[in-house]
Protein backbone atom coordinates (compact mmCIF):
# COMPACT_ATOMS: atom_id res chain seq x y z
CA UNK A 1 0.00 0.00 0.00
CA UNK A 2 1.57 3.53 -1.23
CA UNK A 3 1.20 6.14 1.80
CA UNK A 4 -0.35 9.43 1.19
CA UNK A 5 1.33 12.60 0.82
CA UNK A 6 -0.69 13.74 4.14
CA UNK A 7 0.60 10.65 5.84
CA UNK A 8 4.50 11.18 3.95
CA UNK A 9 4.59 14.75 5.17
CA UNK A 10 3.36 13.90 8.83
CA UNK A 11 6.37 11.50 8.78
CA UNK A 12 8.87 13.64 7.33
CA UNK A 13 8.06 16.12 10.16
CA UNK A 14 8.00 14.34 12.58
CA UNK A 15 10.96 12.55 11.78
CA UNK A 16 12.58 16.12 10.93
CA UNK A 17 11.89 17.06 15.21
CA UNK A 18 13.02 13.99 16.13
CA UNK A 19 16.40 14.72 14.65
CA UNK A 20 16.61 18.45 16.51
CA UNK A 21 18.33 17.69 19.62
CA UNK A 22 21.13 15.91 17.42
CA UNK A 23 21.38 18.54 15.33
CA UNK A 24 21.59 21.08 17.77
CA UNK A 25 24.66 19.58 19.41
CA UNK A 26 26.30 18.52 16.91
CA UNK A 27 26.24 22.58 15.82
CA UNK A 28 27.27 23.80 18.67
CA UNK A 29 30.00 21.46 18.77
CA UNK A 30 30.64 23.15 15.30
CA UNK A 31 30.29 26.90 15.80
CA UNK A 32 30.85 26.79 19.38
CA UNK A 33 28.55 29.52 20.55
CA UNK A 34 25.21 28.19 21.35
CA UNK A 35 23.30 30.77 19.69
CA UNK A 36 25.10 30.84 16.04
CA UNK A 37 24.29 27.15 16.92
CA UNK A 38 20.30 27.45 16.85
CA UNK A 39 20.32 29.84 14.07
CA UNK A 40 22.38 27.02 11.96
CA UNK A 41 20.36 24.62 13.05
CA UNK A 42 17.00 26.72 11.92
CA UNK A 43 18.68 27.47 8.93
CA UNK A 44 19.40 23.62 8.17
CA UNK A 45 15.56 23.11 9.13
CA UNK A 46 14.12 25.22 6.44
CA UNK A 47 16.77 24.41 4.05
CA UNK A 48 15.54 20.90 4.05
CA UNK A 49 11.58 21.67 4.88
CA UNK A 50 12.52 23.70 1.36
CA UNK A 51 14.49 20.44 -0.50
CA UNK A 52 12.24 17.89 1.16
CA UNK A 53 11.28 16.63 -2.43
CA UNK A 54 14.43 15.09 -2.70
CA UNK A 55 14.67 13.05 0.11
CA UNK A 56 14.23 9.67 -0.45
CA UNK A 57 11.21 8.20 1.66
CA UNK A 58 12.92 5.44 4.13
CA UNK A 59 16.45 6.53 4.43
CA UNK A 60 18.31 8.17 7.13
CA UNK A 61 16.80 11.60 7.83
CA UNK A 62 19.44 11.76 10.66
CA UNK A 63 22.40 11.80 8.47
CA UNK A 64 20.62 13.73 5.33
CA UNK A 65 19.83 16.69 8.14
CA UNK A 66 23.72 16.35 9.47
CA UNK A 67 25.25 16.39 5.75
CA UNK A 68 22.99 19.78 5.30
CA UNK A 69 24.02 21.26 8.74
CA UNK A 70 27.76 20.86 7.82
CA UNK A 71 27.70 21.91 4.16
CA UNK A 72 25.57 24.77 5.55
CA UNK A 73 28.24 25.85 8.57
CA UNK A 74 31.11 25.37 5.85
CA UNK A 75 29.29 27.65 3.47
CA UNK A 76 28.72 30.35 6.23
CA UNK A 77 32.60 29.97 7.45
CA UNK A 78 33.34 30.84 3.60
CA UNK A 79 31.31 33.74 3.16
CA UNK A 80 32.24 35.30 6.74
CA UNK A 81 35.60 34.64 5.93
CA UNK A 82 36.84 36.26 9.77
CA UNK A 83 36.51 34.52 12.99
CA UNK A 84 36.94 36.36 16.43
CA UNK A 85 40.09 36.33 17.76
CA UNK A 86 40.66 35.56 21.40
CA UNK A 87 43.98 35.21 22.16
CA UNK A 88 44.25 36.83 25.82
CA UNK A 89 40.93 34.66 26.49
CA UNK A 90 38.50 37.86 27.40
CA UNK A 91 35.65 35.91 25.79
CA UNK A 92 36.96 32.45 26.86
CA UNK A 93 36.38 33.89 30.38
CA UNK A 94 33.48 35.75 30.13
CA UNK A 95 31.79 31.88 28.93
CA UNK A 96 33.79 30.13 32.17
CA UNK A 97 31.86 28.97 35.47
CA UNK A 98 33.36 27.74 38.16
CA UNK A 99 32.70 23.92 38.42
CA UNK A 100 30.55 22.48 41.64
CA UNK A 101 32.39 19.09 41.21
CA UNK A 102 34.94 17.23 39.86
CA UNK A 103 32.79 15.60 37.04
CA UNK A 104 32.25 19.62 35.56
CA UNK A 105 35.76 19.90 36.10
CA UNK A 106 36.73 16.47 34.43
CA UNK A 107 33.94 17.24 31.38
CA UNK A 108 36.02 21.08 31.22
CA UNK A 109 39.42 19.21 30.05
CA UNK A 110 37.56 17.27 27.85
CA UNK A 111 36.05 20.03 25.97
CA UNK A 112 39.49 21.52 25.75
CA UNK A 113 41.10 18.65 24.93
CA UNK A 114 38.23 18.25 21.86
CA UNK A 115 38.62 21.71 20.94
CA UNK A 116 42.83 21.34 20.79
CA UNK A 117 41.57 18.27 17.76
CA UNK A 118 42.23 18.89 14.26
CA UNK A 119 38.70 20.00 12.80
CA UNK A 120 38.97 16.40 10.67
CA UNK A 121 39.19 14.92 13.61
CA UNK A 122 36.74 16.52 16.14
CA UNK A 123 34.40 16.31 13.29
CA UNK A 124 34.58 12.11 12.87
CA UNK A 125 35.17 11.91 16.70
CA UNK A 126 31.77 14.03 17.46
CA UNK A 127 29.88 12.13 14.69
CA UNK A 128 30.55 8.71 15.55
CA UNK A 129 31.19 8.94 19.40
CA UNK A 130 28.42 11.34 20.60
CA UNK A 131 26.02 11.29 17.67
CA UNK A 132 26.23 7.62 17.19
CA UNK A 133 26.29 7.59 13.32
CA UNK A 134 28.23 4.31 11.83
CA UNK A 135 31.69 4.64 10.54
CA UNK A 136 29.89 4.52 7.00
CA UNK A 137 27.21 6.98 7.76
CA UNK A 138 29.88 9.37 9.01
CA UNK A 139 32.05 8.84 5.88
CA UNK A 140 29.00 9.72 3.72
CA UNK A 141 28.25 13.05 5.93
CA UNK A 142 32.04 13.89 5.52
CA UNK A 143 32.11 12.83 1.82
CA UNK A 144 34.83 10.47 2.54
CA UNK A 145 35.83 6.93 2.24
CA UNK A 146 35.03 4.57 5.36
CA UNK A 147 38.91 3.86 6.32
CA UNK A 148 39.02 7.58 6.31
CA UNK A 149 36.67 8.29 9.21
CA UNK A 150 37.82 5.24 11.37
CA UNK A 151 41.43 6.49 11.07
CA UNK A 152 40.57 10.09 12.09
CA UNK A 153 38.51 8.95 15.06
CA UNK A 154 41.54 6.09 15.87
CA UNK A 155 43.83 9.60 15.76
CA UNK A 156 41.49 11.61 17.94
CA UNK A 157 40.98 8.94 20.75
CA UNK A 158 44.71 8.32 20.68
CA UNK A 159 45.18 12.28 20.93
CA UNK A 160 42.47 12.53 23.21
CA UNK A 161 43.83 9.79 25.60
CA UNK A 162 47.62 11.74 25.48
CA UNK A 163 46.69 15.20 25.93
CA UNK A 164 43.94 13.70 29.09
CA UNK A 165 46.93 11.77 29.92
CA UNK A 166 44.04 8.69 30.58
CA UNK A 167 47.07 5.39 30.35
CA UNK A 168 43.64 3.11 31.22
CA UNK A 169 40.54 2.32 33.37
CA UNK A 170 41.87 3.19 36.00
CA UNK A 171 42.05 6.70 35.40
CA UNK A 172 38.21 7.05 35.25
CA UNK A 173 36.04 7.94 37.96
CA UNK A 174 36.84 9.58 41.07
CA UNK A 175 40.09 9.66 41.76
CA UNK A 176 42.13 8.21 44.78
CA UNK A 177 41.43 10.85 47.36
CA UNK A 178 37.96 10.88 46.74
CA UNK A 179 37.72 7.01 46.48
CA UNK A 180 39.73 7.16 49.92
CA UNK A 181 36.88 9.13 51.56
CA UNK A 182 34.17 7.27 49.92
CA UNK A 183 35.54 3.97 50.96
CA UNK A 184 35.92 4.88 54.32
CA UNK A 185 32.79 6.43 55.08
CA UNK A 186 31.06 3.58 53.64
CA UNK A 187 33.00 1.54 55.44
CA UNK A 188 31.69 2.81 58.72
CA UNK A 189 28.15 2.52 58.00
Known sequence: MVAS????????????????????????????RHDYADDLVQDTIMKAWAKKESFEHGTNMKAWLF???????YSQARKSGREIQDSDGYFTEQLANNPGQHGVLDLGDFKAALE?????????????????????????????????????????????????KISGEADFGPDSHSLAVTSRTFART
Do not use: H, W
Not at 5 to 32: H, N, Q, W, Y
Not at 67 to 73: A, G, M, Q, W
Not at 119 to 140: H, N, P
Open 116 to 164: KLPDDQREAIILVGASGFAYEEAAVICGCAVGTIKSRVNRARTRLAEML
Open 5 to 32: PETIERDFKRAMLGCLPSLRAFAVSLCK
Open 67 to 73: TILRNEF
